[in-house]
């Protein structure tokens, strides 16, 4: 029955971290008072009801992503969870600040190791790390891209530790992905839940498609009022093609894979057309590197466009991202960010990193190994949540085969300290319990700068797990930035 004390949400609703949406004392926080007042209204039968809804809406847009698994792969819906995660406007707006200022110097430092390389000169970063960088290409020395910019859209994971401090857990500069379920996840949630944003001021992200086009628009090497930008994509079994499919859909532009692409013999790039072919401005490229042109990278690749890069040297077509920008995408070069940052914009980072052990450097590869137990070890270039070790909840086999990966390749190895990821109230059966949480934002660079109003928020949706990821069994909820005139939040 509704409002039955023992079917109210805030009675059965208690978490042991630091909660996206209840304060220390039990109540709502002030940018979620409002939704938890209208979530209390609700029993649990009208609850499930509700994300029944929201399943057939995300069905009924087709929401999927694909898992690969030793029978072959299959695309499954993305779990999503009805309660959002509530940010005030206050807190955002330093939080914003912050992603543009790392953006800004990431940018300056990958432009930098491509041409004079004065930060290894300088002492400020390590020449070894540098040579041990796997995702350093040696065929982008010398390319100045428009504006200097070459990672035009960043994903960065952020966390908040027990005591509310939020941290940069990761930069995602390669090929990001995840901006279409944020997108989606918002309709959906306007579907089902539309009296509550008449209600309350929750700022939008519906632009960010604008944003995107205009973003890469920018980095057209002809005039014109409306470039020609494709979105070039491995194929429909890629785990990312509805992005890739639904971006393009958005945009109002061509989704395209390499064998629809040329490059002629004046480095130009050509796109095949049924009414013939069609010159090609900007390529917003979801291929790898390794991938992307045959001529320049691995020759076995049918994905990529021969010529690509040279056409791309020539300032003939802009990529975004540019090649190579997968350099400052190494979790040990993530541990110099906020070195990074000082030494280009004489800054102290407004978002700080999670502390970090970089197991290259002898006294922290011993105190990694003695404490390994207490620790998250990353390799260096893994994503998706494989590949690491949570050493709270690993085996004593599975922490000395670490040891034994860590010592024989210590360049290829940070660790960091197990943090109280923050939760968020999420619904499971029919009750309600706390899941841990991070968020990813999305920061575009092109002619300016511009950060998604939140982000999307991943949540481990097993009981205990720290893992977010999707194809770890983690799901996503919508963001809202709040504006609470002002109030503390």
């Not at 079994?237 to 109002?252: K, P, R």
Request: proline content about 6%; hydrophobic content about 40%.
């Amino acid at each position: 029955m509704k409002n039955d004390p023992s079917d109210a949400l805030d009675w059965c609703y208690r978490s042991d971290f630091c909660d996206e949406l209840i304060g220390p004392r039990g109540g709502p926080r002030v940018a979620a008072r409002r939704v938890w007042k209208y979530l209390r209204s609700l029993d649990r039968h009208e609850l499930v009801e509700r994300r029944e809804a929201c399943e057939i809406a995300a069905l009924v847009a087709g929401i999927t992503f694909r898992v690969y698994h030793d029978e072959g792969s299959a695309d499954r819906a993305m779990p999503f969870d009805l309660i959002p995660r509530i940010i005030s406007l206050r807190e955002w707006e330093r939080t914003r600040a912050g992603l543009e200022q790392r953006v800004t110097a990431l940018n300056l430092f990958i432009d930098d190791l491509y041409g004079d390389q004065k930060i290894v000169a300088d002492g400020v970063f390590p020449a070894d790390v540098l040579a041990g960088s796997v995702n350093f290409r040696e065929q982008c020395r010398g390319v100045r891209p428009r504006y200097g910019v070459w990672a035009h859209i960043c994903g960065s994971d952020l966390v908040r530790d027990a005591d509310g401090t939020l941290y940069v857990l990761e930069d995602n500069l390669r090929v990001p992905s995840g901006v279409s379920y944020m997108l989606e996840n918002r309709q959906v949630m306007k579907k089902v839940f539309p009296e509550l944003f008449e209600d309350i001021d929750i700022l939008p992200v519906d632009d960010y498609p604008a944003r995107l086009f205009d973003t890469l628009a920018s980095l057209s090497p002809r005039p014109a009022d409306y470039p020609v930008v494709v979105v070039l994509t491995p194929g429909m079994f890629n785990s990312a093609y509805f992005e890739h499919a639904w971006l393009a859909q958005q945009m109002g532009v061509e989704l395209v894979e390499g064998r629809d692409l040329i490059v002629d013999d004046h480095d130009c790039v050509f796109m095949r057309t049924i009414h013939g072919f069609e010159q090609v401005d900007v390529i917003y490229r979801r291929i790898d590197d390794a991938f992307l042109d045959p001529d320049a990278f691995r020759e076995d690749s049918l994905l990529g466009v021969k010529g690509l890069m040279r056409a791309w040297r020539a300032g003939r077509v802009g990529l975004a991202n540019a090649p190579g920008a997968g350099v400052a995408d190494d979790k040990v070069v993530y541990s110099y960010v906020p070195d990074i940052i000082r030494y280009y914009l004489d800054q102290d980072p407004l978002v700080p990193n999670v502390p970090t052990w970089r197991c290259s450097i002898r006294s922290e590869l011993d105190h990694v190994l003695a404490n390994i137990d207490q620790l998250v070890v990353k390799p260096a270039n893994e994503s998706g949540g494989y590949g690491m070790l949570i050493g709270p909840h690993a085996t004593r086999k599975e922490r000395d085969r670490f040891k034994k990966l860590i010592k024989a390749d210590p360049r290829n190895y940070i660790a960091q300290p197990t943090l109280a990821i923050s939760t968020c109230p999420t619904l499971v059966g029919a009750q309600v319990a706390p899941r841990h949480v991070d968020l990813r934002p999305f920061i575009l660079s092109g002619d300016q700068q511009y950060v998604t109003t939140g982000g999307l928020t991943r949540v481990a949706m097993r009981a205990g797990s720290l893992v977010v990821n999707s194809s770890q069994g983690g799901g996503s909820k919508d963001t809202w930035i709040v504006d609470t005139n002002g109030e503390a939040g």
